[in-house]
């Protein structure tokens, strides 16, 4: 799949515009806050641990930016057989709760295909936007 995107993209990536890598999302080869987005499709089923590729996509991303997360819901894998073997399904209210449990902010869930697919789009906090939060709480960073 690495090949074809590349392929797809190398004008982009040529031009330095995009940078694509394979990587396992539990220990991302990128430094702490170093991309403006991240996206995936389809792949979190088989995570092994959810919260952890969470976490540490929010690691990688620079304040205000976005991941895009498109999903096939648990309603809609549960009717496919091959989705009995090796896959975690989610309901869109689980993927909402992991992911503001990663301290990422939902701004959007985007239906694609009603009862079928959704694309959750989720930020990071500015850091402005923390530091109002503390001072709203009367806490000073």
């Known amino acids: 799949m690495l090949n074809a995107v590349e392929r797809k993209n ?3 990536v040529e031009e330095g515009k995009i940078e694509l890598l394979l990587a396992d999302v539990l220990c ?3 430094d702490d806050s170093s991309i403006d987005k991240a996206y995936t499709v389809n792949t979190v089923y088989f995570w092994q641990d959810i919260h952890q590729g969470f976490s540490e996509i929010k690691r990688v991303l620079k304040p205000g930016g976005l991941f895009l997360n498109v999903i096939y819901v648990k309603e809609w894998l549960d009717k496919l057989p091959m989705t009995q073997y090796g896959f ?4 869109v209210e689980e993927i909402e709760k992991i992911t503001g449990e990663s301290g990422l902010k939902i701004e959007n869930i985007f239906v ?3 009862n079928k697919s959704v694309c959750v789009v989720a930020k990071k906090h500015e850091k402005n936007d923390v530091n109002k939060k503390e001072a709203e709480n009367g806490n000073e960073l």
Not at 88 to 91: D, E, G, I, N, R
């Open 10 to 12: 190398r004008k982009k």
């Open 28 to 30: 991302l080869p990128l």
């Open 88 to 91: 975690s399904k989610y309901k």
């Open 112 to 114: 694609i295909q009603e």
